[in-house]
Structure formats: C-alpha cells, structure tokens
Nanobody
Framework: QVQLVESGGGLVQAGGSLRLSCAASGSIFRVADMGWYRQAPGKQRELVADITRGGSTNYADSVQGRFIISRDNAKNTVYLQMNSLKPEDTAIYYC??????????????WGQGTQVTVSS
C-alpha cells in the first residue's frame, strides 16, 4: 500500500512561483521514474514533467523553461518548482510513477493532489 502525499499548492498571482512536494512511501520510489501530473476542470490529466532514477528530466512544452522537477531519493520525495506561473497552470497537481522497470510492481493509487490556482 504505497501512499503519495502532495503538498505546497495554493493561490498565487500570475508571474508568481510555487514549490510542490510529493512524499512517497515504499521502496518503489527508489526504482521508478517519477512524474508530476495535473488535471484542470473539464480536461484530461496530463503529464507535466518526469524524472528518472538517475535524474534525467523531461517537460511538457507548455511548462518548458518555467518548471523544474527534482527528487531526493534519500527522503523519498519529488519536487516541482514552478516559476512564471500562468492562469493556464491552474489545476490539481498529482505525483505518481511514470515508469516502473520491475515487473510485478503495481502503479500506486493516486493521492489527493494539491490545488494550484493562478489568478490574472
């Protein structure tokens, strides 16, 4: 029963910054590529950024140059630094695995997420 707990969301004006954190329980964190996802009202959940076990990163075009994903394997925590926020970034942000290299390890259940609201 792997648990994912997101935090750090809030209300911010356009152009502002937020730093999200995701605490993940279980040893799966040490072997999996992790990602940040977001879901806006009426839209499908989308992958925002992902990071491999070795620290390689990938970003959606919409956030490239503005967001930075990082991880602290010792703390089982993934971070998302969000800069130059836009109203279009408003969504619930979730953390979860992106790729699990070990057969038999199941994708964890989604957590509650953390709300990010960017006002214009």
């Amino acid at each position: 029963q792997v648990q994912l707990v997101e935090s750090g969301g809030g209300l911010v004006q356009a152009g502002g910054s937020l730093r999200l954190s995701c605490a993940a329980s279980g040893s799966i964190f040490r072997v999996a590529d992790m990602g940040w996802y977001r879901q806006a009202p009426g839209k499908q959940r989308e992958l925002v950024a992902d990071i491999t076990r070795g620290g390689s990163t990938n970003y959606a075009d919409s956030v490239q140059g503005r967001f930075i994903i990082s991880r602290d394997n010792a703390k089982n925590t993934v971070y998302l630094q969000m800069n130059s926020l836009k109203p279009e970034d408003t969504a619930i942000y979730y953390c979860n695995t992106h790729f699990i290299p070990v057969p038999g390890l199941r994708r964890p259940d989604w957590g509650q997420g953390t709300q990010v609201t960017v006002s214009s």
